[in-house]
């Protein structure tokens, strides 16, 4: 595109749409610092991103536009569409709504006057408008909405299309600069909308295109101060919204209305967004429950991408901004309450579960107490596997940015294969930072490892340093776990038929423990569900002797909380331990122990730390 032209033709716009992606991926930083609505997720700036990088990839798909490339209505037409199946978040999927409505304005023009990219303006913002369940002013709507105004004020007297669109981004600018008026928390926080300005860096990067300004790709605005956004406001706002920012594409011959839709979900949650064009319904919805909107989604159609990210998560990342010189990573197996992950801001990588054909990232999109619900209606058992690598790669590389390295405590390698797969994903990432860790255990043993590696981190212990600590403790920690049923085991190969069926004739509980090499290994069999308690209390009086004198504890059950609270309650009372902590064991275990399944974990922390013996902390 070149200044003194008086059209836009096919592949103008896609060089246009372009250098806007290209110019909004250079300043996301900066818009995810200014991010505080509709949460302040710090993340609107990375949705755009992803959303204009779907546009790219759909523009390149088509042909060189440097030359007489597609005609104008379908670059228009493959820009809307990648929008809509590439959109990111809140702001993405209202992206998405403006450019479906550019789109209809432009069908079956060749070339667009200045006059037509006004009315197309209009079109957008209008079809941005009747997207929202509940519009609110001081947003990208707004900056949408004045922006048109401004074109259709500015196209009769243009001269040409490089000084219309100078200034239209000027207005667009003031339209931003003013939506701290329109909404107070905007000003509170003394922060601009982060939708409307990406909207308006949009139009500044079509600007530096026509002026020939250089559009520096790959980089990143600086990050300017977190204070801007008060901790203690974020976490206000956490506490009064929804979890999950869930998002779902579905794919139909006969979807329902965008109305209907967004009727629909009024049950699951709000900030509700949905775009429907041709075959396509994207939807996007905050929620206590994702796993229920995926489930309603699928009678509209075939469900072919989910999406679930932790909001709180994100908002704990806000609110504590400063970095560490290590940080501290789990898989979903860990079993740490979200509470205790939050507190001493530990980053989960989930495991897979699977029903039948369809699967769920554990814990992520499907909680535990949903898991046991399904478990008793699933006509055949569930399956697990382990993380995706594109699950890996992103939760280590968010760690990895906050910290100067990372140390990732997984489940034991000999009983899963998501150490390996950690391995794999760190080094196709490139993450040279990350450091990797055996558990050799499972459930809450990886938990309390975990936690020992959080709080050393927190009193600025170097990450060889941690992994040496934890190797230290490892070796006089452990775990007894017993099962109430042998279906699960059976199935997983841990038992044969014939032993199952008689330890069931004979009413015999098998009781397990962990090799050193992580191993589940059976150490008694006691007859009777009700002896099973005090055999191995007494089998942990004897792991405990002589006895120590920092001991943590961990009990993890299989939705058998009174069980739990029993050994929980001897525990406190035998050790006075240093925590003892009861969790309900996410699905990823249960499927291989059942229901009535109940696991002891101990860490024994005695002893001086082996870093210690080197020296003081540097």
Not at 245 to 253: A, H, I, N, Q, S
Not at 329 to 341: G, Q
Not at 431 to 457: I, Q
């Amino acid at each position: 595109m070149t200044a003194g032209i008086a059209y836009v033709d096919g592949p103008r716009l896609a060089r246009a749409l372009v250098a806007a992606a290209d110019w909004v991926a250079a300043g996301r930083d900066e818009i995810n610092r200014i991010n505080v609505f509709p949460v302040p997720d710090g993340d609107t700036g990375t949705n755009l991103n992803f959303t204009l990088h779907a546009v790219v990839g759909a523009l390149h798909a088509l042909g060189d536009a440097a030359h007489r490339g597609p005609p104008l209505p379908e670059v228009a037409s493959a820009a809307a569409r990648a929008a809509v199946l590439g959109a990111r978040g809140n702001s993405g999927i209202l992206l998405a709504h403006f450019l479906l409505g550019f789109s209809d304005a432009l069908a079956g023009r060749t070339r667009a006057s200045i006059a037509d990219l006004a009315a197309a303006f209009r079109r957008g913002a209008d079809r941005l408008r009747d997207a929202l369940d509940e519009p609110r002013e001081g947003t990208m709507l707004t900056v949408a909405r004045q922006t048109a105004d401004a074109a259709e004020r500015l196209a009769p007297e243009a001269p040409e299309l490089g000084e219309f669109m100078r200034r239209l981004a000027a207005d667009a600018e003031r339209s931003v600069a003013g939506t701290p008026a329109l909404m107070p928390l905007l000003a509170e926080a003394g922060v601009v909308d982060a939708g409307g300005a990406g909207f308006a860096r949009m139009l500044e990067g079509v600007v530096r295109l026509i002026e020939g300004n250089e559009i520096p790709v790959s980089a990143h605005v600086a990050r300017a101060p977190a204070d801007l956004v008060p901790a203690a406001r974020v976490e206000t706002a956490v506490e009064r919204d929804f979890r999950y920012c869930t998002e779902v594409l579905v794919r139909g011959d006969r979807l329902p209305a965008a109305s209907e839709v967004r009727e629909a979900l009024h049950q699951f949650g709000g900030s509700i967004v949905v775009a429907v064009t041709a075959d396509i319904l994207k939807l996007h919805v905050h929620t206590d429950t994702p796993e229920a909107v995926f489930g309603h989604a699928a009678r509209w159609g075939r469900v072919e991408a989910t999406k679930a990210d932790d909001m709180r998560a994100q908002h704990r990342q806000l609110a504590h901004p400063e970095r560490q010189p290590a940080s501290v990573v789990v898989d979903s197996s860990a079993d740490l309450s979200d509470a205790m992950l939050a507190q001493h801001r530990i980053a989960m990588v989930p495991l897979q579960v699977a029903f039948g054909a369809t699967s769920w990232r554990d814990r992520i999109e499907l909680a535990p107490e949903e898991f046991y619900r399904r478990l008793r209606a699933a006509p055949e058992l569930p399956t697990t596997s382990q993380p995706t690598p594109a699950d890996f790669a992103r939760v280590l590389g968010d760690a990895a940015r906050n910290a100067d390295e990372v140390i990732a405590v997984l489940l034991s390698s000999a009983l899963s294969g998501t150490f390996k797969s950690g391995i794999a994903a760190a080094r196709a990432a490139g993450l040279d930072s990350v450091h990797l860790f055996d558990s050799r255990t499972v459930s809450l043993g990886v938990g309390l490892l975990a936690l020992r590696a959080a709080e050393l981190a927190e009193s600025g212990w170097r990450a060889a340093d941690i992994v040496t600590e934890l190797n230290r403790v490892r070796g006089q920690s452990g775990m007894f776990l017993t099962v109430d049923r042998y279906e699960n085991l059976l199935r997983s190969g841990r038992v044969t038929r014939g032993r199952a069926w008689l330890a069931g004739m004979l009413d015999l509980k098998p009781i397990m423990a962990l090799d050193d090499a992580g191993r589940v290994v059976p150490v008694a069999r006691v007859r009777g569900s009700d002896k099973v308690v005090s055999r191995v209390l007494a089998l942990l009086a004897r792991r405990l002797m002589p006895r120590p004198r920092v001991v943590r504890f961990g009990v993890a059950h299989a939705n058998a909380p009174a069980v739990a609270e029993r050994i929980r309650a001897a525990l406190v009372q035998a050790y006075r331990p240093r925590d003892c902590f009861v969790s309900l064991v996410t699905g990823v275990l249960a499927t291989h122990v059942g229901e009535g399944a109940w696991g002891l974990f101990y860490q024994i922390e005695d002893g001086t730390p082996t870093h210690l013996t080197h020296g003081a902390i540097e």
